[in-house]
């Protein structure tokens, strides 16, 4: 298990979020570096296929873009994005070899049942790709706010040290904030 070494001073990682419009057949896919101290140091871009099985690959090809050897973690606005395209946590820890932390912000009972209704003839594969990713874990910020992570090559303390040090306010890490103002913006262009 590598760790999220928090005791470095120029400390970056890479946030992803996406957006996209209902009608669309991909999501645009945006990746923020940014440093503890606030910091933007990069941008890229990606695309994920909407009810697809390509968001594990298209995050990959983005960190593979930046060719940065001083990003120490990923940041990741959810698992499953782009309508049920389940990011597989373990494979992009293993390809990337730095620790890998989902948030969620909101309390669920599992969505096997939306996925059933949305893939009647093929939901087998998808529920095992969700599955897989295994149960959150709910921690609270240093500003009171609750949310829900899934980590891979990382404990949960050094996330919550880690996700403290990135939020300024509310539940919502500033590089994942940022991240998602970008998709939406590049969405619109």
Request: hydrophobic share 40%.
């Amino acid at each position: 298990m590598n760790h999220i070494r928090l005791e470095k001073k120029g400390l970056r990682g890479l946030a992803v979020a996406e957006s996209f419009r209902e009608t669309d057949r991909v999501s645009s896919l945006a990746g923020v570096v940014m440093r503890r101290d606030f910091v933007i140091d990069g941008f890229v871009f990606g695309k994920a296929t909407i009810e697809g099985d390509d968001a594990t690959d298209a995050i990959i090809s983005m960190y593979e873009k930046l060719a940065r050897q001083d990003i120490s973690f990923i940041l990741l606005s959810g698992l499953i994005i782009s309508m049920y395209n389940i990011v597989d946590i373990k494979k992009l820890w293993k390809e990337t070899k730095i620790p890998i932390v989902g948030v969620t912000y909101e309390e669920s009972g599992g969505i096997e049942d939306a996925i059933k209704h949305h893939f009647p003839s093929s939901y087998e594969s998808k529920i095992s790709q969700y599955k897989k990713l295994g149960p959150r874990t709910e921690i609270s910020l240093h500003t009171k706010h609750e949310i829900y992570l899934r980590l891979e090559g990382c404990r949960v303390n050094e996330a919550k040290k880690l996700l403290d040090s990135f939020t300024l306010q509310g539940a919502v890490p500033e590089p994942l904030r940022v991240a998602h103002l970008l998709a939406k913006a590049e969405l619109n262009l």
